[in-house]
């Protein structure tokens, strides 16, 4: 009899309502797109400060100082391959660019430290855009029409670039739907899809 290795014991869905277990980054099948909210509300590497301009000074910082000094700190010789802010700068453009504040780790540590100091790291915070309540209604049935607010994407959970047809349209509201998902909503929710 060949002895197989211990299996994990499944983890439930982090939604807490939810009785499916996880399958993918701690949720369920039916609940994966909280992740790609998260993503959205994180932002983009780009959008956090992490652009071409600091791929070159994390570079070269990285060339100055070669090994991680956590590891070093324990008698470890490894690789440095992060560029770690020793203070979370949290969005704040002098503390990220400073780099007294900046230190050479491996993953592992620099993983390790954003999970328990940093608790997860920080989140650009996109603005919010809002329905105009004041606008007037200039859709009509049959018109093909985009999101245009951040409510309207999580309320269907769907990005800007997804296309909803009218279906009915009653005063400052329009009834949408994708073939799948719709509903009714304030129209300045939406702006019409130009066709080149």
Known sequence: ??????QRAPRPCLVGSCKEYASNAGYCD????????KDRERGTAHQR???????KKREAFLNQNPLCCDCKKRGYIVPATVVDHIVP????????????????LCEACHNRKTATEDRGGWSYKAPVTKANRESV????VGQVVVTATDYIRDALDCDDKEQFTITEVDGKTI???????????????FKAVQHE
Do not use: C
């Not at 039916?30 to 909210?37: C, M, S, T």
């Not at 700068?89 to 050479?104: I, R, S």
């Not at 739907?177 to 509903?183: F, K, P």
């Open 1 to 6: 009899m060949t002895k197989r290795p211990p």
């Open 30 to 37: 039916k609940h994966q797109n909280k992740i790609r909210k």
């Open 49 to 55: 400060g992490y652009g071409a301009e600091w791929n």
């Open 89 to 104: 700068h949290k969005g704040d453009k002098v503390l990220f660019w400073d780099e007294t504040n900046w230190q050479p």
């Open 137 to 140: 209604n200039e859709f009509e």
């Open 175 to 189: 009834h949408v739907s994708n073939g799948l998902d719709g509903g009714r909503y304030h129209h300045s929710h």
